[in-house]
């Protein structure tokens, strides 16, 4: 009897410092032929009538309407990571092609960093480890000092399951918190990592020491934090972004950074990633940095890998799909 | 009739890098008639009579006999800081002076420093800012990984204040916690943070993804953690110091960062701080060093002069003292 054939999954890169891993390759084997792009245009007709899934790695390849008309069975993209803002849903739907994303697996790692990010940023640690080390320095002085986290307000803006996640563990350093979300969340939620809920975002604007940016990117949430919001929140605020940079209007970032409007900013991300190298936001005394992080772990990767093939599977065999998004 | 004077209260100076800081002067105002050593040293034959009280800052001064000696009135010293290793406890006591030190301003401060040292060294923070603005990235490596705190196993060693409230913190993220103590603590205390004793500290090394110092520098714990110790590690585990640089056998922390016996170190205090600059610890890539932050901020170094001056006007008003530090 002739053995069914694993479906065949569309990829950008395997293999190598900008391809799927290998040990996720070795996993998914069991489940897919997993193709590589560039194998693709040479057996275009072949592939092109079996791949049934694409596999979306560091928002590659570019879902387009010519390489969506190219794979007539195409069941389902599948996204690694949450954000899908990279993704033209409504075009990717009018082919009948569902599309899902991977937001569970990626909510403990992000909630980390954002927890790394205000810590290192309130106690100045980048600062402090460049002392350390720098040859100038004699002794450290006894007037070079940080701010507390601990019983500082915390204002989380998207209180989705990342937010949540970040206000669990805020609560632990005994910080007050302000959230703001779309919709409010249940009482019990509320009371058990002791969130405010603002309704309105100026409020928490102004009564935060540290500002959380943790929404997805949609055409409401582009430029959310502009001038008018770094005005409103306090001089002595840090704004820590682990979404996604369009988020946040840079250029009014830059100057509220310089003037001191804000008193620090600590970005996971930004826009473009990475920032060009004369970009005025990689010069300010003011700002840490990091290069998208938020998801670099073994352990989240490996769930996000995971929760793909869950993905995949679900949808090739009629099954219900766990992270389906809807444009 | 004769003004009520203040108290004589030494410090070693007032701002700059080393003294007291300029921000609590008006509050010690208050309290003291504030002398800085210097003024001390020019009038001492004024003075010597007239100091009841010093408040050590950063160490400084440094208390010795001829100090002592020096201040037949002096009835009291309070500390700022929790640690009291750089003072001579019985020679101090012995000259009938009392001693304090500010064990509830500094817990919640260091906890978060030890927090801060745990996420930064585990997902490669300083590491990653550096990339972040080198003139070289061209474009972020998908194959840069760090390593994940939700659900690891942090053991904590030093369950005093400050372990206690790193417990409280690294609950939150989902960490299993193992805790090795001179004491065990009560089982509802235990139950609080969800953390299990390690009676040998052995099994706490064996286990941990992340080993967290938060004892005091004793005799005993000094090169609590030495080339034995760290073998017994997980050459995966991080090594966390935010208690004293001596607690660490620092060549035998060189000597396994260098071969990989463990992962990576995150140290907020060295022997001795700073570091000569040339020291070989400033050269390894899997190490972060930051300049004894535990207590460095506005807020708290505030609490600790408040708690240092609750501690000086109980002893000289012959009142229990709130942070009373007996000689072993």
Not at chain 1, 176 to 201: D, S, T
Not at chain 2, 39 to 45: A, G, I, M, V
Request: glycine fraction near 6%; include cysteine; charged fraction near 25%.
């Amino acid at each position: 009897m002739e053995e069914k054939e694993l479906p065949y999954v569309l990829t950008d890169t395997i293999g190598g410092p900008h391809g799927v891993y290998l040990e996720h390759m070795e996993f998914m084997k069991k489940y897919f032929n997993l193709v590589a792009m560039k194998e693709f245009p040479e057996n275009q007709k072949y592939l092109g009538e079996k791949i049934k899934a694409i596999y979306i790695w560091w928002q590659k390849p570019a879902v387009n309407r010519e390489l969506l008309q190219s794979l007539p069975n195409l069941k389902i993209i599948a996204n690694f990571g949450a954000g899908v803002d990279h993704l033209d849903l409504k075009l990717i739907s009018s082919f009948g092609v569902k599309v899902t994303n991977t937001p569970l697996a990626v909510s403990n790692a992000t909630a980390d960093l954002g927890m790394a990010l205000m810590l290192a940023s309130s106690r100045r640690l980048v600062e402090g480890c460049q002392i350390t080390v720098s040859p100038d320095t004699e002794q450290f002085a006894a007037d070079w000092l940080g701010e507390d986290v601990t019983g500082a307000t915390l204002g989380i803006i998207g209180m989705g399951r990342i937010g949540y996640k970040v206000a669990k563990r805020a609560k632990a350093f005994d910080m007050k918190i302000l959230y703001h979300n779309r919709n409010r969340r249940k009482e019990e939620e509320e009371q058990a990592v002791g969130a405010c809920f603002c309704e309105k975002m100026e409020d928490l604007l102004q009564q935060s020491d540290f500002v959380m940016l943790v929404v997805n990117l949609t055409p409401q949430t582009h430029k959310l934090i502009g001038k008018r919001e770094l005005e409103l929140m306090k001089p002595t605020a840090t704004l820590i972004n682990i979404c996604r940079g369009p988020v946040i209007d840079q250029d009014a970032l830059v100057e509220a950074l310089q003037n001191k409007v804000i008193k620090a900013a600590a970005l996971d991300v930004t826009y473009p990633e990475p920032l060009p190298r004369d970009h005025p936001l990689l010069k300010l005394k003011n700002i840490i940095i990091t290069p998208h992080i938020g998801t670099a772990t073994k352990q989240a990767r490996w769930l996000m890998m995971k929760s793909i093939v869950e993905n995949i599977f679900s949808a090739l065999n009629g099954l219900p799909i766990p992270n389906e998004v809807f444009p | 009739m004769e003004e009520y004077e203040l108290p004589v209260l030494l410090v070693n100076e007032v701002g700059g890098i080393c003294g007291v800081l300029e921000a609590h002067v008006d509050f010690l105002k208050t309290h003291f008639n504030l002398i800085t050593m210097k003024e001390f040293l020019e009038n001492k034959n004024i003075l010597s009579k007239k100091v009841q009280a010093i408040y050590v800052w950063w160490h400084k001064p440094v208390i010795d006999h001829e100090l002592l000696q020096s201040l037949p009135n002096l009835k009291v010293i309070a500390n700022s800081g929790v640690g009291m290793d750089h003072l001579d406890l019985k020679l101090i006591s012995g000259c009938g002076i009392k001693m304090a030190n500010c064990p509830h301003a500094v817990s919640s401060s260091t906890a978060d420093t030890g927090m801060a040292l745990l996420l930064a060294s585990a997902r490669r923070l300083v590491e990653g800012c550096q990339i972040a603005v080198s003139l070289d990235t061209e474009c972020f490596a998908p194959d840069w990984l760090g390593e994940e705190v939700t659900g690891a196993t942090l053991g904590i060693i030093g369950m005093g204040n400050v372990g206690y409230k790193i417990a409280l913190r690294a609950k939150a993220f989902e960490m299993k916690i193992l805790y090795h103590n001179r004491k065990q603590r009560k089982e509802e205390e235990e139950q609080a943070i969800g953390a299990i004793y390690c009676k040998k500290i052995e099994d706490l090394l064996q286990q941990s993804d992340f080993v967290m110092l938060a004892v005091t520098l004793t005799p005993q714990t000094h090169k609590l953690i030495g080339k034995r110790e760290l073998e017994l590690m997980k050459p995966t585990a991080i090594l966390i110091n935010i208690s004293r640089g001596l607690v660490v056998d620092q060549e035998a922390l060189l000597e396994a960062l260098r071969t990989g016996i463990i992962k990576a170190a995150a140290l907020d205090v060295t022997y001795p701080e700073p570091l000569p600059r040339d020291h070989p610890l400033l050269k390894l890539k899997n190490i972060i060093i930051t300049p004894h932050l535990g207590i460095k901020t506005h807020k708290t170094t505030r609490m600790i002069t408040e708690e240092a001056v609750a501690n000086l006007l109980a002893a000289l008003n012959g009142l229990p003292m709130p942070s009373e530090v007996l000689p072993d």
